[in-house]
Nanobody, 123 residues
């Protein structure tokens, strides 16, 4: 098991920013691609962003491209999701996930998951 602790969610207004964090308590962090997914009530589980092992490659869902930025700090074993210009449709529970050595946008390529952190954007 790879413990992941994600945090940073909250209640904000339209146009505000939040930064989510995911700390991995496991030495193989640097060998894993990392991702963020989300799920809103009554909606499908959705890919948000992913980052390669090195941090050199990033991928985003079209719905967040240009507003969200994924990054990682290998020294802190932490991956971040900077969310700007938040919209009510971004309201969801956000989950951090640790994958394999290859970056992926597919949820089933991710083996380990955080408990999730709630983001609520009011209009």
């Amino acid at each position: 098991q790879v413990p992941l602790v994600d945090s940073g969610g909250g209640v904000v207004q339209t146009g505000d920013s939040l930064r989510l964090s995911c700390t991995v308590s496991e030495p193989t962090f640097n060998s894993r691609a990392m991702g963020w997914f989300r799920q809103a009530p009554g909606k499908e589980f959705e890919f948000v962003a992913a980052i390669s092992r090195s941090g050199g490659s990033t991928y985003y869902a079209d719905s967040v491209k240009g507003r969200f930025t994924i990054s990682r700090d290998s020294n802190k074993n932490t991956v971040y999701l900077q969310m700007n210009s938040l919209k009510p449709e971004d309201t969801a529970r956000y989950y951090c996930a640790a994958g394999t050595s290859e970056v992926s946008t597919w949820r089933y390529d991710y083996r380990y998951w955080g408990q999730g952190t709630q983001v609520t954007v009011s209009s």
